[in-house]
């Protein structure tokens, strides 16, 4: 089976601080990775996913993650947060051998002071 | 291209009613998710479907069945409403992975679901 564990529900950083959103999975076979954004009231926006290719993924508004095979890990960063950052984040894993099922995180909410 | 469409919007129900919620999508995709999100728990599987008259079941399917008579609709049917199931819903489709650079689910916008 899979499995994504989301370090932190609740991540506080200021304008213009790095974000770091931390994400591990655990998966038999090799994984598709995904981040997922929410805005209050609204669906899930794709941010970025893995496929295996390049191992340094880029996405919409900044953010990238970085898949760490021997870490098993898929952290979210972006380099300096903004307000419209404020939501929250689901990381998610998906293989073809898992009937292309998407199992999710239980999500981090990201704030960011002013 | 309307992507996937999701209604109701909100729904309450009384307990022990049954409906259905419609999901749509346009975009000729084969694989079709249901997900329920609760707070803390993110979102977990109901049923999925990889194609058009297979279905199967996720992570909470109990209370909920489906079906995929066509390419373009999958309704989530609540046999008997109970206040457990007061959720936000959501409904996802993909193109199937296998080297497919399009590959990842798009979501609806969502059904709130109250059952009092």
């Known amino acids: 089976a899979q499995s994504v564990t989301q370090l932190g529900s609740h991540v506080s950083v200021s304008e213009g601080a790095l974000v770091l959103l931390r994400c591990n999975y655990s998966s038999s076979v090799p994984p598709y990775l995904f981040w997922y954004v929410q805005y209050p009231n609204q669906g899930l926006q794709l941010l970025l996913k893995y496929t295996s290719a390049a191992t340094l993924v880029k996405g919409i508004n900044g953010f990238e993650a970085e898949f760490k095979k021997s870490e098993t890990s898929f952290h979210l960063t972006k380099p300096s947060a903004h307000m419209s950052d404020a939501a929250e984040y689901f990381c998610?894993?998906?293989?073809?051998?898992?009937?292309?099922?998407?199992?999710f995180g239980a999500g981090t909410i990201l704030r960011v002071k002013s | 291209n309307a992507g996937v469409t999701q209604t109701p919007k909100f729904q309450v129900l009384k307990t022990g009613q049954s409906m259905t919620l419609q999901c749509a999508q346009d975009m000729n995709h084969e694989y079709m998710s249901w997900y329920r999100q609760d707070p803390g728990m993110g979102l977990r599987l109901i049923h999925y479907?990889?194609?058009?008259?297979?279905?199967d079941q996720g992570e909470v399917p109990n209370g909920y069945n489906v079906s995929r008579s066509t390419t373009e609709d999958f309704p989530l049917r609540l046999l008997s409403a109970a206040p457990s199931q007061t959720s936000v819903y959501f409904c996802a489709s993909s193109p199937p992975l296998g080297g497919n650079v399009n590959y990842g689910y798009t979501f609806g916008s969502g059904t709130r679901l109250t059952v009092v």
């Open positions: 998610a894993v998906s293989a073809l051998e898992y009937g292309n099922k998407l199992v």
């Open positions: 479907s990889v194609g058009a008259g297979i279905t």
